[in-house]
DNA sequence: TGGTGAGGATTGTTCAACAATTCACCGATC
DNA sequence: GATCGGTGAATTGTTGAACAATCCTCACCA
């Protein structure tokens, strides 16, 4: 055991090194499709179809088609084929429920947050400035979804950042499916610099307020944008 | 169109119409089967020896794998097979920051709780103290499960329970790997008693501060036997 | 004692097949 | 003209077998 020493320093290795199963590489490749858009909200996919393009056997793509279905990102009709979710407005206001509950418990324990976590939160803010600079919108979106996953990160605790990540990759269908998605992100930029400031200040409970206060802004924007949407569609 | 007047109460019925497919019931049967410590943790379970037994393929059993493996009851290691999941002293810790999250989050909103859930919560206490009644210690574990599954439905928010169930199940786990799990949950079926009779007071503050005494307690007890399990061992 | 392969067992993945189910189409009926 | 019922193609659900890749054991050797 003498050579064991400082070998902490691979620990970061440790994913790269493991080898992925196909089916989580497939898993993965089709969650990027549908997170960006490429896989439109209701779209049906066919095992046939999709196996061949892929290159992989309908039993693996059944496999990924699991995975994806337990993150709520397709939903699986028995005997009928996944089709990739529709977020109805019932789930908008029951995302944000859950995202309200994390966060905001995340953001006031986050004086016992682990290193570099709030500077994490930084980061995404910045990400942010900078995307906002060069007007790419979709940036800004990323920026903000990591953003609110490093808020989550505050907890300390790797089932909060499960739960929170698979509500983000949920949310992002829902950007797809409302009208303006343009310009939904822009403006919380400036707000996110602001609870980042008071994060840094240790000022946990104001900061908790902003946050709540965005939850309510933001998703009061999300349920209009939604019902002038099925207003449309009848 | 005329006759599709009074449809609605027929929404019942979905759920149980919906046939399930085979990998889902092997899952509810292996669930079963672990969360009664029947399959005890760390045990690995043979995709051949296991499909045999149950009398499905190998591919099927898989599927089955995969939707225990997002709940993390089953852990799946590549290349070297599934098995039962082995929660640590760190997984104890993380569960109840997520529950606390969320159940105190539950409670305080239980104002806004759908009709009957306050009632539900009192159902599942009355289940409690007659299986104390009866010196059914496992019964008890039961009802206490119930009893806090009632307590996230106060949210009104589908996936707060369903990620409350997950957690809820792990938990059970962590049972049948501390020393005596035998009179753990008799004491708490006095203290829910109490917090349904505040929550039918509508005094949520309270409640939610008993509660929170509850998972400090109760974390507290699971932490400790969990230490001594591990000095055992070693 | 400690390293090293060889071999057996198990998983990862594919393929082909068949049963079960859905869906769209089309004619029959009132 | 709308509804009902049935036929058939297309798709999913599930199985079983096959083979490659990987891991584990254990005897063997320095």
Redesign the pocket.
């Given at each position: 055991m003498a050579t064991s020493e400082g070998l902490e320093a691979f620990s970061d290795l440790r994913g790269t090194l493991e080898?992925s199963?196909?089916?989580e590489?497939v898993a993965d490749a089709l969650r990027e499709r549908i997170i960006d858009g490429a896989l439109a909200p209701g779209a049906?996919?066919?095992?046939?179809?999709l196996?061949q393009a892929l290159?992989?056997?309908?039993?693996?793509?059944?496999?990924a088609f699991r995975l994806l279905g337990h993150e709520r990102l397709l939903v699986?009709?028995?005997?009928?084929?996944?089709f990739v979710a529709e977020p109805e407005l019932a789930d908008v206001v029951d995302l944000y429920r859950v995202r309200r509950a994390l966060e905001l418990d995340a953001v006031r324990r986050a004086d016992r947050a682990p290193e570099g976590a709030v500077a994490r939160v930084g980061a995404a803010v910045e990400e942010g400035e900078a995307a906002a600079g060069r007007g790419d919108w979709w940036g800004v979106g990323t920026a903000n979804m990591r953003f609110h996953q490093a808020l989550a990160a505050l907890a300390d605790s790797p089932r909060t950042d499960e739960v929170v990540r698979r509500l983000l990759a949920e949310l992002r269908l829902v950007f797809h499916a409302m009208a303006a998605p343009r310009d939904f992100h822009v403006p919380y930029v400036a707000l996110n610099r602001r609870i980042h400031r008071l994060l840094e200040e240790g000022r946990l409970e104001k900061a908790a307020e902003e946050l709540s206060d965005y939850f309510d802004v933001a998703e009061r924007q999300l349920v209009e944008a939604f019902s002038e949407e099925t207003e449309e569609k009848e």
């Open positions: 080898r199963s196909t089916a590489r049906r996919l066919s095992e046939e179809a196996g290159g992989v056997s309908r039993n693996t793509l059944r496999e699986h009709r028995f005997n009928r084929g996944v």
